[in-house]
């Protein structure tokens, strides 16, 4: 290469400003995979959108959890289309205001879009699970029906608007219909369940064509970097707990589950500190006969295995509704990997939930069966730590000996009662090694009835509202293991 | 800029690129038996083409082993493989010293060796060279001359030390050994490394490698492999199979079904004579793809066979 000069446009400019966008939404390209993306650009061809794709998927996204984010950056920086399809791809310009392209056209005498048109077509398209006829009613769906006030007396499009107007889960009973061949007998049954799985899968992917649709129009309007900056949700990862919704709540499940994996090898670490255990002296003998007697390669006999035991302690009350299913999350993860865990949730009073969480039993149920079978409410059903505490010190002082790992999961806001900060101090004082996740910003500790600063002193106390956080956490918890 | 300058490449390792582009990889993966999806192609294309390792991950049975197998096949390449676990070191991948063998030289040469005056430096330097070397796989690898895919097998069961131990070939394709200095390779293998993301891998090993995670691909896919595999299969039982599949899978079970249990399930409803998979036949057939007890239970629950 001759010599060069810094590229302020062109494509290599726009492909640094999609890596630079890439980094600004939180995922971590380096310097070497952004030289990377040009020899990609280089390899593969450029018009076929999907190879390009892919490819700049293979340098930057590291992780499944960085995919989504990284699919909406691409279609912001490399639209498939601009406007209402005037296509840049090879689909070809879709007729405007059909629900399919090439049918009549829908609009009611009125000027009104037609829905039970629109609703007939997603219907055959999702019947058939035509992926292409998806994606492109999805296009035409947003531009006709997904246009709304934006404040400012501007125009915008949302997906919600889409979603009441063509309501596709109402669609469900007539789609099972069709897929059961209307055969009466296999109602109820297992087919109807696989049946209702595959209209699961092809609903999602309706909505995701219609996300994807949304943002491009949108980005279109206000500019990509605007979009970008405003519109891409948080990935699983950077979700509060406190605000989860449901479907960030499964999303998070697959997060917090390896990370289960990795607290239960970080507690039991210490074990492989020394790599190998005690010298076999007969094994060593025996090998050194092929070298002439001297013992070249010694043999260990294996370590014995530390089995570590946890005490899970969770506040399951109202206030972290959103913090405590995840915690029966992380408990219910931590049960497959820990020996031995017991795992304790507590409102006001304390009560042993161990038994809920028996492997391969399914997480909604015994959350459910916690709330309605556990004791745990004692006076009013408001928080009160002191004596979740106390009654767990009455109770099971044996589950907590010298070589648990003590998990306390709670905001520490105890509703003005006596903290009973000496119970605490008796738990921790026995435990091997004892931390709090706490799902309140640190600045909030100690304000209002949150008596964390208190607890703080007496054990240690992390801030722990997303499962980036927790995955710091568990790294952090044994430096150089 | 072109693919030959791409940032990592290293002076004096050739390297020949195998795949002419991704349709060409679509079709000789597909000849040698393995139906890609176009991501899975464009992934292995570059890999190809930008000499670099790829990193495959995704749960277990979505047919990771397999591509190696596919590609190596697909290119004519001998397939070289090291199966990673807990303990793997250094003697087991990479490569060891034959000290049996260097005693008997030591020995044997000792006599000899009063007689002709044979220094302790002549004789070291004779029992640290490549008749006293055993290879192990990752040396192979490099020192093959023939095509060769280095297939680095389930990474994430392995120490992070064999990560560290990776490193230098992943990223400059070649092996230091302290009393032999360095071995280039002569030519560059296809590396890939599978993981089934049951513990992070190190950024340092992401950055050197493609990444892809490969999941359980799409129904239609799916059926095209059944039915690539098992081809007396009617098509509307193969769709059948899938669609319960896909079922099972959204379950959250303990081991969700493979692509291979999928396959297993397709022969046995076809060895016992099934043309329809209805819920005697599901309950009679469950063993073949799900293989613990409380997930069959809870399988048996959420599809209402009882």
Redesign the interface.
């Known amino acids: ?1 001759s010599a060069q000069t810094v590229e302020t446009k062109g494509l290599l400019a726009h492909l640094t400003g999609f890596v630079n966008a890439l980094r600004e939404a939180g995922i ?1 390209v ?1 310097v ?2 952004c ?2 993306t ?3 650009l ?4 450029v018009l ?1 959108r ?2 390009l794709r ?2 700049l ?3 930057c ?2 992780r ?1 959890a960085y ?1 989504l984010t990284f699919d909406t950056m691409f279609d912001l920086w490399w639209p498939l289309a601009t406007g209402d399809g005037v296509a840049l791809g090879k689909g070809g310009a879709d007729g405007e205001g059909d629900p399919d392209a090439d049918g009549d056209p829908t609009e009611a005498g009125d000027g009104q879009p037609d829905i039970d048109a629109w609703r007939d077509a997603l219907a055959k398209a999702l019947m058939d ?1 035509d992926s292409e006829m998806l994606k492109r009613l999805a296009r035409n769906a947003v531009s006709q029906l997904g246009k709304g006030a934006a404040g400012g007396g501007r125009e915008s499009y949302y997906s919600y608007r889409v979603m009441r107007a063509l309501s596709p889960d109402t669609l469900v009973a007539q789609l099972l219909d069709g897929l059961l061949n209307k055969a009466e007998s296999e109602r ?11 209209i ?2 092809r609903l999602s992917e309706f909505r995701r064509y219609v996300d994807a649709e949304v943002r491009r129009r949108v980005a279109e309007d206000r500019g990509k970097e605007q979009v970008a900056k405003t519109t891409i949700r948080p990935m699983a990862d950077q979700v509060d707990f406190l605000r989860a919704q449901s479907d960030d709540l499964a999303e998070l499940r697959r997060t917090v589950h ?1 990370l289960a ?2 607290l239960a ?1 970080r507690l039991s670490a210490r074990r ?1 500190l020394g790599r190998s255990g005690r010298l076999d002296f007969r094994r060593t003998v025996r090998a050194s006969l ?3 007697g ?1 013992p ?2 010694t043999h260990h006999k294996p370590r014995k295995q530390h089995k570590p035991e946890l005490v899970v302690l969770c506040d399951v009350s109202g206030s972290v509704a959103g913090f405590s299913h995840f915690t029966l999350m992380l408990t219910a993860a931590l049960r497959e990997q820990f020996s031995k865990v017991r795992a304790f949730a507590f409102v006001d009073t304390t009560d042993e939930v161990t038994s809920f969480f028996t ?2 039993e ?1 997480l909604p149920t015994a959350v459910q069966r916690i709330g309605s079978e556990a004791n745990l409410v004692w006076f009013d059903g408001h928080s009160d730590y002191g004596h979740a505490f106390d009654v767990f010190e009455e109770k099971w002082p044996e589950a907590i000996g010298p070589k648990t790992s003590l998990l306390i999961l709670g905001d520490a806001r105890s509703n003005y009662r006596d903290p009973s900060l000496q119970s605490l101090k008796q738990m921790v004082g026995r435990a091997r090694h004892a931390y709090w996740l706490n799902p309140e910003a640190q600045r909030m500790w100690g304000s209002g009835d949150s008596v964390a600063t208190r607890y703080a002193e007496v054990i240690d106390m992390k801030e722990c509202r997303t499962a980036a956080q927790l995955a710091d956490f568990v790294h952090d918890m044994l430096p150089g293991a | ?3 030959e ?4 490449a290293p002076i004096g390792v050739q390297h020949r690129p195998q795949f002419g ?2 349709d060409d990889v679509l079709i000789r993966l597909g000849q040698a038996g393995y139906l890609a999806d ?2 899975t192609a ?2 292995v ?3 190809d ?2 000499g ?1 390792p ?2 495959v ?1 995704g749960p277990a049975g979505v047919g990771k082993t397999e591509l190696a197998k596919a590609v190596a096949a697909a290119t004519g390449s001998e397939i070289v493989r090291l199966q990673c676990y807990e303990g793997l070191d250094e003697a087991r991948a990479l490569y060891e010293w034959n ?2 063998k260097q ?1 008997l030289r030591i ?1 044997q040469g000792s006599a000899a060796a009063t007689a002709s005056g044979e220094t302790w430096d002549d004789a070291s330097d004779d029992i640290f060279s490549e008749e006293f070397l055993l290879e192990r796989p990752l040396l192979t690898a490099i020192r093959r001359h023939d095509p060769t895919v280095l297939l680095i097998d389930e990474i994430d069961k392995s ?1 992070v030390e064999v990560e560290g131990l990776l490193l230098e070939i992943l990223s400059d394709y070649q092996v230091t050994i302290p009393e032999m200095g360095t071995i280039h390779a002569a030519r560059r293998p296809f590396v890939l490394l599978t993981s089934n ?4 891998l190190s ?1 340092a090993l ?2 050197r490698a ?4 490969l999941d359980y691909p799409g ?2 896919r799916e059926r095209d492999i059944i039915v690539s595999r098992v081809p007396d299969i009617a098509p509307a039982l193969a769709d ?1 199979i899938v ?2 599949a ?2 099972l899978r ?1 379950m ?3 081991k969700s079904p493979s692509i291979a249990e999928t396959i297993d399930w397709a022969q046995t409803l076809l060895a016992l004579g099934i043309n329809t998979l ?2 005697a036949a ?1 309950k009679e057939t469950l063993g073949v793809v799900l293989k ?1 007890a ?2 069959a239970a ?1 399988a048996s629950g ?4 009882n």
Do not use: C
């Not at chain 1, 109820?188 to 595959?198: D, H, I, N, W």
């Not at chain 2, 993301?197 to 992070?200: F, P, Y």
């Not at chain 2, 493609?210 to 995670?213: A, E, Q």
């Open positions: 290469m971590p380096g070497g995979e030289v990377d040009a020899a990609v280089a390899s593969v061809d076929n999907e190879d892919e490819g998927a293979a340098v996204v590291k499944p995919r699970g109820g049954g297992m087919q109807e369940q696989v049946a209702r799985q595959t699961r899968d390896p994996r990795r090898s492989r092929a070298t002439g001297i070249i390669n492997p391969g399914d | 800029m072109s693919a300058q791409s940032a990592s582009g991704v176009r991501a464009t992934t294309y570059l890999a083409r930008l670099k790829l990193l991950e000290y049996k005693l020995q120490d993301a049951t513990r992070e950024e992401k950055r493609l990444y892809l995670h129904p239609e059948q669609r319960t896909r079922a959204a959250e079970l303990k209805d819920e599901v613990h409380s997930d809870k959420e599809l209402r066979l």
